[in-house]
């Protein structure tokens, strides 16, 4: 839902894709949210598997000229890459913050 993971009101997102610096409601600092390349991962994953078995479903049926591929395929992937884009952001930061994950750290009598 674009919210904070901590208190689900703040916003998390200030851009399409760009991060508060800090949650506007309980003041969760977001600055450990790094989800990296996953969400592009499993997007790309996703819609890979979507477009290219349509477009290979579609070749194989009804075999088609090259121009009704040419119209058909680019919304598609535009439609499954950028929608899902943010809210598998979103997810991937709530994850990071429900399972603390973040990078390793020594402590104590384990810091060399
Ligand atoms: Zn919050």
């Known amino acids: 839902m674009g919210r904070c993971p901590r208190c689900g009101k703040g916003r998390l997102f200030r851009g399409f894709l760009a991060l508060q610096p800090r949650c506007e409601h309980c003041g ?19 819609s890979g598997f979507i477009v290219a078995g349509s477009a290979l479903a579609v070749e194989i049926l009804y075999a088609p000229p090259y121009w009704v591929h040419a119209i058909l395929w680019p919304p598609l992937i535009l439609i499954t890459t950028l929608l899902p884009l943010r809210p598998v952001k979103g997810l991937m930061i ?9 990078e390793g750290r020594f402590t104590g009598s384990d810091a060399p």
């Open 28 to 46: 969760l600092d977001f600055s450990f949210a790094d989800s990296a390349d996953a969400p592009a991962f499993f997007i790309m994953f996703f």
């Open 94 to 102: 709530a994850l990071q913050y429900q399972n603390k994950a973040a």
